[in-house]
């Protein structure tokens, strides 16, 4: 089994910043990619950002420097740094792990989500 947990949400003002980090475990031999991706309430998940094993990143255009996706030496924790928040940030954020292990060359795994409020 894979655990994708992810921490970091919260109530920010217009403005302000906020840090999510999630981490994955279990039966991984190698993380492949993770990304972080949003749903707000009546809009379809999307991809926010993006990292790959080789640190290749990609974002949306909406959040292009707002937002900085980083990961730690081990490659099994990434963060997502939001600066400049607005009000049309405000979403659950998801995290996704795509992994490799013993049954799989590149199976998705995705954690339960986290707040991000951005309001006055």
């Known amino acids: 089994q894979v655990q994708v947990v992810e921490s970091g949400g919260g109530l920010v003002q217009p403005g302000g910043s906020l840090r999510l980090s999630c981490a994955a475990s279990?039966?991984?031999?190698?993380?492949?990619?993770m990304g972080w991706y949003r749903q707000a309430p009546g809009k379809e998940r999307e991809l926010v950002a993006r990292?790959?094993?080789?640190?290749?990143?990609n974002y949306v255009d909406s959040v292009k420097g707002r937002f900085t996706i980083s990961r730690d030496n081990a490659g099994n924790t990434v963060y997502l740094q939001m600066n400049s928040l607005k009000p049309e940030d405000a979403a659950v954020y998801y995290c996704?792990?795509?992994?490799?292990?013993?049954?799989?060359?590149?199976?998705?795994?995705w954690g339960q989500g986290t707040q991000v409020t951005v309001s006055s």
């Open positions: 996704n792990a795509d992994v490799r292990n013993s049954w799989c060359i590149s199976c998705n795994f």
């Open positions: 990292i790959t094993s080789t640190g290749s990143t």
């Open positions: 279990g039966s991984i031999f190698s993380i492949n990619a």
